[in-house]
Structure formats: C-alpha cells, structure tokens
C-alpha cells in the first residue's frame, strides 16, 4: 500500500491549510525564524492514489527537512514516508522545533548526531519588576521618515525593512526612547503560519546595553501584542545568554526548543 503513495513538489498554497491545521490545533509555539525557513523551502504533498493529500514536507536550500506530517489515517506508515522524504534533493539534516512531537519522534529514530539551535519563548502576564523598570516610549517607525534613525540598529533590521518594502504585511518596526534619547528597536512579526503567534524581537544600542533595556522594550512589544489578543514568543540563538535572561526578565519561558538533527 505504502508504494501507491505520492510524494510531489507543489506550491506553498497546496499544503498550506494543512501546516496551518496542524500547527494551530497542537499549539506549538514557534518563531517568525523557523516561519521564514518554512516559507522559504521547497514544498512537497504527499498524496494516495486518490490524489487526496495526507500528509506534507519541505526543504530547505536542498539539505534541510524543515516539515513533515502524515494525517493520522496514513500514519501507521510515516516511518517509511519519512525514510523516503530523506531520499529528496541533498537532505543531510532536519531543523526540528521540539512542540512538533510528530516530527521531533520521526528524527529520532536515526541520527548521526544532533545540535541545540535555539531557544522559543512563551510570554506570560509576569513581566519586569518595579525596581527594574524604564521610563520608555515606543513609537512606530516609517521606514522611510526614519531611515537614518533606523541605521543605528547596524544591519538587525535589514530583514525587517525589506518585508516592509516589499509590502509583507505583519512586521512592524519600533523606535524606543528613554529621556529623549534613542535606546533601541523593537520588532513584532506577526504569524504567517501560526496566525495567533507574535513574534517580538529587540535591538539595544551599545551604549545602553546591560542596563535592562532589552527586558522593558520586550515588555512594552509583549503588551502591544497582548492587547491584539496574540500569543507572544521570542526565539534567540542557544547560547546567547544575556537575550534569554531579558526575555526571562520579561515574562518569558522557554518552552520549546529548536534543534538540529543530522542524518
């Protein structure tokens, strides 16, 4: 039966409904960094002889599993779908968030080795303490109005810049200020995939830096969006310590984690 099964490339839009299905139901918290290298990748349905679509992956820059999903009637099979799906373009590894439980399962029964990427944050309602607070003021930014304000951010904006250019809507750019001055940016993308998550992310100018900025432009981002209804997560590299204490500081925990397994 597992020989009449399909797997063909197909256009984002094809699975589309059955990643967003997937991710929303399980709750899986996830960032707008693991959203774009989904939405990047080459996508693929896998489909029986019906042409019915049970399940779905996708690659990335040819060597990266970034999904893979089987619907629970095709199941009993997805060992063998996935020992398959190895099989296409140059996969050597599978990037992986661990509140994908189907996925993350299917990866670790055969791996050479693996590697902690990131941490993916939740926010709750704790947040900066009162002796920590700051006086900030956050405003939107106009990408063009500001553009010699937004060059003291160095190159963290330049993705976010060009998704506004290029009229991606859900990103927004924010200009935080202390006492007049100029301390930082705050980012929030808004879900592509996972539409009730937010992503927030910040930047604190050198000179401001290790004096709790980073917490309270986190704060004030994680109540823009708490106001909105999202969910608010932040994602920062495994090993960058001083990020995951200000999200902490913020009233974060890091429930998820994204992993690399290699084949």
């Known amino acids: 039966m597992i020989n009449t099964i399909r797997f063909t490339q197909c256009k984002w839009e094809d699975i589309r409904p059955f990643v967003i299905e997937y991710f929303t139901s399980n709750n899986a918290v996830v960032d707008s960094f693991w959203e774009a290298h989904v939405l990047e ?49 140059n996969v050597a590894n599978a990037m992986v968030p661990t509140s994908d439980e189907f996925f993350l399962s ?43 304000i937004l060059k003291l951010s160095g190159d963290f904006l330049d993705h976010s810049i060009e998704q506004i250019s290029n009229n991606e809507c859900g990103v927004e750019i924010y200009i935080a200020q202390h006492d007049g001055n100029i301390v930082g940016f705050g980012v929030v993308d808004y879900g592509r995939i996972t539409k009730d998550i937010a992503s927030i992310g910040m930047y604190v ?23 909105k209804s999202f969910r608010v997560v932040s994602g920062c590299w495994y090993y960058n310590h001083n990020s995951k204490k200000s999200m902490e500081a913020a009233g974060a925990y890091s429930k998820t984690r994204l992993v690399r397994f290699y084949f």
């Open 106 to 148: 299917h990866c670790l029964d055969s791996f050479t080795r693996i590697e902690k990427q990131a941490y993916f944050a939740l926010y709750t309602d704790n947040g900066v303490t009162q002796e920590r607070k700051k006086t900030l003021e956050l405003r939107l930014a106009d990408i063009d109005a500001d553009k010699e």
């Open 205 to 227: 100018c050198e000179q401001y830096r290790m004096q709790g900025f980073a917490a309270n432009i986190l704060e004030h981002l994680k109540l823009i969006c708490f106001e």
């Open 41 to 89: 990748s080459n996508h693929y349905k896998i489909t029986n002889t019906d042409g019915e679509i049970v399940g779905f992956f996708a690659i990335h820059k040819e060597s990266t599993i970034t999904l893979f999903h089987v619907l629970p009637h095709y199941a009993s099979q997805s060992q063998e779908l996935f020992v398959r799906s190895k099989k296409y373009e």
